[in-house]
């Protein structure tokens, strides 16, 4: 069966170390002088070489059919490249224009849409889906559960049954219609809030609240609202349309692979429906790079960005969560989010690190290729690359390092505990002699005249809040954190 990808349970790859060798045939859009720079940055360039390498020899030895891939860095496609066939019969190459079911990449797509809907006063994440669909109406998991919420839909806590059907078996979706009929008999398998269970149906219920107060189809109202402002200009949902990568089965053990049909997702359209391809979503990407009041290309508000990125439901093992469409995955200390899909002969994986602006794209036509483990791959290369030359690039001076401040250093005691301001090599640290380790300790980040940025791994004490020190006659005699302070022992 089909499912979306969890980036989180496929993290056993070992990460790619080897000698670099020449890419072949990369194909690189027009870029701006600063997206230049980066896409020309020798490391960037060596990284692209060691993932072909790499993707070469899986589509080899694995048989597979053909990857698209795309890297991002803010607001431009820094790389893309097709690698093996879109259709194998006719010797199609792989490209980033070739074309895919997305799958469930297509529920980031209705998570915007209500949030656009709750930025026009339309409806509210608190709402019981209810109020906009009376028929949905089931027999409870228990005698006290609560409505499900438009909220719990899309973070994927309403407790409701994965699937709408057999149509992963018979590859028959159902119809809106269908889809209701169907739910009058359903029983939730669990009560909403209780846990995170991952449902195509919640999906396909919020793409009907959409129509439902937008007035038109969902796939009218994801073009008009999201695509269009975009410029997403390849995607489309359900449309059998020329430039779709022939889809293919899994291998056999005799190595053959099946050609799969183009399938309708009809009512499941807001779950699995979209269609697109690389350079589209690296455009989708991009949009998750902006902040600012909605607008244009702005398809929802920084506000609204924030709210659904934020983690509103963990999986059981609190390996990974899921906030309002995306998926968020803490791998090796390094949050992601995104989301991943699989369609009849169609994964993919979109994978984003917010604080380095980078994001990375795996489009590939089998269900066999585990687009999760080759969206990592390419994060860990030339995504990592990449992020690193374009910080380097924009970086925001720093403030020059003065010797004087290693009058600072020492120890100073509160009633509480004592914090001892530690110089390193042109850096200081504060560190709580009474700890019982020095794991991550607290960077003092100058922000000149004297003062500093406490700056923490966690958002336990007064991070990100101002340090500064109050002397008598030249000596540091107080350390005030925030709004309270510590007086000097001694010094260092």
């Known amino acids: 069966m089909f499912?979306?990808?969890?980036?989180?349970?496929?993290?056993?790859?070992?990460?790619?170390?080897?000698?670099?060798?020449?890419?072949?045939?990369?194909?690189?859009?027009?870029?701006?002088?600063?997206?230049?720079?980066?896409?020309?940055?020798?490391?960037?360039?060596?990284?692209?070489?060691?993932?072909?390498?790499?993707?070469?020899?899986?589509?080899?030895?694995?048989?597979?059919?053909?990857?698209?891939?795309?890297?991002?860095?803010?607001?431009?496609?820094?790389?893309?490249?097709?690698?093996?066939?879109?259709?194998?019969?006719?010797?199609?190459?792989?490209?980033?224009?070739?074309?895919?079911?997305?799958?469930?990449?297509?529920?980031?797509?209705?998570?915007?849409?209500?949030?656009?809907?709750?930025?026009?006063?339309?409806?509210?994440?608190?709402?019981?889906?209810?109020?906009?669909?009376?028929?949905?109406?089931?027999?409870?998991?228990?005698?006290?559960?609560?409505?499900?919420?438009?909220?719990?839909?899309?973070?994927?806590?309403?407790?409701?049954?994965?699937?709408?059907?057999?149509?992963?078996?018979?590859?028959?979706?159902?119809?809106?219609?269908?889809i209701q009929r169907l739910y009058a008999d359903r029983e939730a398998a669990f009560a909403p809030a209780v846990r995170w269970k991952y449902s195509n149906l919640a999906y396909a219920v919020a793409g009907q609240v959409v129509e439902k107060v937008s007035g038109e189809p969902w796939s009218v109202y994801v073009e008009r609202n999201i695509f269009k402002p975009l410029g997403m200009e390849a995607s489309s949902v359900d449309r059998e349309i020329p430039g779709l990568a022939v889809p293919y089965g899994r291998r056999m053990p005799d190595g053959t692979r099946e050609v799969l049909p183009f399938v309708d997702s009809r009512g499941m359209a807001a779950a699995t429906g979209l269609t697109s391809n690389v350079e589209d979503m690296a455009k989708f990407i991009s949009a998750q790079f902006r902040r600012g009041p909605r607008g244009g290309a702005q398809i929802v508000s920084g506000g609204s960005w924030r709210e659904m990125l934020r983690v509103r439901s963990l999986d059981e093992n609190w390996s990974a969560g899921t906030g309002l469409g995306f998926d968020v995955n803490r791998i090796k200390d390094r949050t992601y989010i995104g989301h991943g899909g699989g369609y009849p002969g169609n994964t993919t994986q979109t994978l984003i690190q917010l604080d380095d602006r980078v994001g990375v794209i795996v489009l590939t036509n089998t269900g066999d290729s585990n687009p999760g483990d080759i969206a990592l791959q390419l994060m860990r290369t030339v995504g990592q690359a990449t992020a690193k030359a374009a910080n380097a690039a924009g970086a925001k001076p720093s403030v020059e390092w003065d010797p004087a401040w290693e009058r600072f250093a020492g120890l100073y005691r509160g009633r509480s505990s004592d914090q001892q301001v530690v110089l390193l090599n042109k850096r200081l640290v504060i560190i709580n002699p009474n700890a019982p380790n020095l794991d991550d300790p607290v960077t003092l980040e100058p922000l000149g005249g004297g003062k500093f940025r406490f700056v923490a791994p966690t958002g336990g004490g007064v991070v990100g809040e101002v340090v500064r020190f109050v002397e008598e006659s030249g000596r540091p005699m107080r350390m005030y954190t925030g709004d309270s302070w510590i007086d000097r022992v001694r010094t260092q």
Do not use: C
């Open 3 to 178: 499912r979306a990808v969890r980036v989180a349970r496929q993290i056993g790859l070992t990460i790619l170390t080897g000698i670099l060798v020449l890419p072949a045939h990369a194909q690189k859009p027009a870029a701006t002088a600063s997206a230049a720079s980066v896409a020309a940055d020798p490391d960037v360039l060596g990284a692209e070489r060691l993932f072909s390498a790499w993707i070469e020899e899986q589509i080899a030895y694995r048989g597979l059919p053909g990857v698209a891939v795309g890297v991002v860095s803010n607001q431009d496609l820094i790389w893309s490249k097709g690698f093996g066939f879109a259709d194998l019969k006719r010797k199609i190459p792989m490209t980033a224009t070739t074309q895919f079911r997305m799958a469930s990449n297509s529920k980031l797509f209705t998570a915007i849409a209500i949030m656009q809907l709750r930025e026009e006063g339309k409806l509210g994440l608190d709402d019981p889906v209810v109020k906009y669909l009376p028929w949905f109406k089931s027999k409870p998991a228990g005698n006290d559960d609560g409505p499900v919420t438009i909220e719990q839909l899309l973070s994927h806590s309403s407790g409701l049954q994965r699937e709408a059907g057999d149509h992963w078996v018979t590859y028959k979706f159902p119809s809106t219609d269908e």
